[in-house]
């Protein structure tokens, strides 16, 4: 009787051993397919951008004027230094990227002349409608803030979101003449501003805080600005020397 229990005990023991290598070698399948399918699936489009490259903006091919299929001669590009002469008058004549942007990083360095004034903007919206980018897109503002002539605010000041957001006490600027560093980076509502490796302004467009200083009455003419989340890139011509150089972009 001992003898044939053993034997019996061993069978059923046989018995599950297999249950769970067969178990074990579903489990295994499984995750071999799902791993085989992973690689064959492409990447995304969402991912791609996610690891977008840097894209440098320094040949004539990279920009044209605003409403323009070329560039203005008002501009000059060339030895690794994009050149605003200031003669377009107090406004017109900016620049426009060939390509729109809706998340990205921005970044570039410059310098102005003495007095100056000039601007950076993001989202601009192209149309024969508008004079210029200003009536659509945020601005980075750049200026001469210790010479400019005329009394200002300080969300006229360099690195602010033009009449809209102020810089921050981390802001600081050199001297007319020396090349600055900038930067600005939009991410699903989420923008920042830059200057010289620290960050000044930092505001939510999605916020109520947003829209009650769009709506403060400095847009009042201008009724689409800031509406939209896509488009183009621009440099300001507003009567000033200023240059730029290692101007470059990525997607985010």
């Known amino acids: 009787m001992g003898s044939r229990w053993d034997e019996t005990t061993l069978i059923l023991k046989i018995m599950k051993l297999r249950i769970v290598i067969i ?10 397919n ?8 492409p990447a995304s489009k969402e991912d791609h951008i996610v690891a977008g490259e ?9 920009w044209r004027g605003f409403n323009q299929d070329s560039l203005p001669s008002n501009w000059s590009i060339k030895d690794g230094v994009i050149e605003c ?4 008058g107090d406004v017109g004549g900016d620049i426009i990227s060939n390509e729109t942007y809706d998340n990205f990083e921005f970044a570039f360095e410059w310098k102005i002349s003495k007095g100056g004034n000039s601007g950076a903007f993001y989202h601009v919206v192209e149309d024969t409608i508008y004079h210029s980018p200003y009536e659509t897109g945020p601005e980075y503002q750049i200026l001469d803030d210790v010479g400019f002539e005329e009394p200002i605010e300080d969300w006229q000041k360099t690195g602010a979101n033009y009449a809209m ?28 501003h830059w200057l010289n490796g620290k960050k000044i302004v930092e505001f939510d467009k999605n916020s109520q805080d947003w829209l009650e200083k769009r709506n403060s009455g400095k847009w009042n003419d201008y009724p689409d600005y800031g509406n939209s989340n896509d488009g183009y890139l621009a440099l300001q011509d507003h009567g000033a020397g200023v240059w730029f150089r290692n101007v470059r972009v990525r997607r985010l």
Request: glycine share 8%; with cysteine.
């Open 54 to 62: 840097w894209v440098e903006l320094m040949e004539p091919a990279n």
């Open 34 to 41: 799902t791993e085989k399918k992973k690689a064959e699936t």
């Open 85 to 88: 002469f200031g003669e377009a």
């Open 165 to 192: 957001h102020v810089a921050n006490e981390n802001k600081s600027l050199k001297p007319v003449g020396e090349w600055n560093t900038s930067k600005i980076i939009f991410n699903k509502g989420k923008a920042e």
């Open 23 to 32: 178990g074990l070698a579903l489990v295994i399948g499984a995750c071999k």
